[in-house]
Nanobody, 118 residues
Framework: QVQLVESGGGLVQAGGSLRLSCAAS????????MGWYRQAPGKQRELVAT???????NYADSVKGRFTISRDNAKNTVYLQMNNMKPEDTAVYYC????????????WGQGTQVTVSP
């Protein structure tokens, strides 16, 4: 049984910062890619940032230069540091890990609300 638990969401003013965490637990061999996605009301879920097992990163254009994704393999945790936040960053943020257990599949966190006030 694999579980992803997110933390760190909340309310912040424009220009402020938040740090999201997502910890994986359960029985598995390794975590390959890890990533963050978000879904705003009335919109489709979109990619925010991903990081491979080797540390290569990829960002949506809208967050480049403001958000940083990182991972701690010893803790099975992925982080998203969000700086200079904007009201348009308001969304539910989800983590997704590609995990190898008996097979390889994607697991999603439960989502955490991030709200940026003007």
């Amino acid at each position: 049984q694999v579980q992803l638990v997110e933390s760190g969401g909340g309310l912040v003013q424009a220009g402020g910062s938040l740090r999201l965490s997502c910890a994986a637990s359960g029985n598995f061999f390794r975590i390959n890619a890890m990533g963050w996605y978000r879904q705003a009301p009335g919109k489709q879920r979109e990619l925010v940032a991903t990081i491979t097992s080797g540390g290569s990163t990829n960002y949506a254009d809208s967050v480049k230069g403001r958000f940083t994704i990182s991972r701690d393999n010893a803790k099975n945790t992925v982080y998203l540091q969000m700086n200079n936040m904007k009201p348009e960053d308001t969304a539910v943020y989800y983590c997704k890990d590609t995990i190898v257990a008996y097979t390889q599949r994607d697991y999603w966190g439960q989502g955490t609300q991030v709200t940026v006030s003007p």
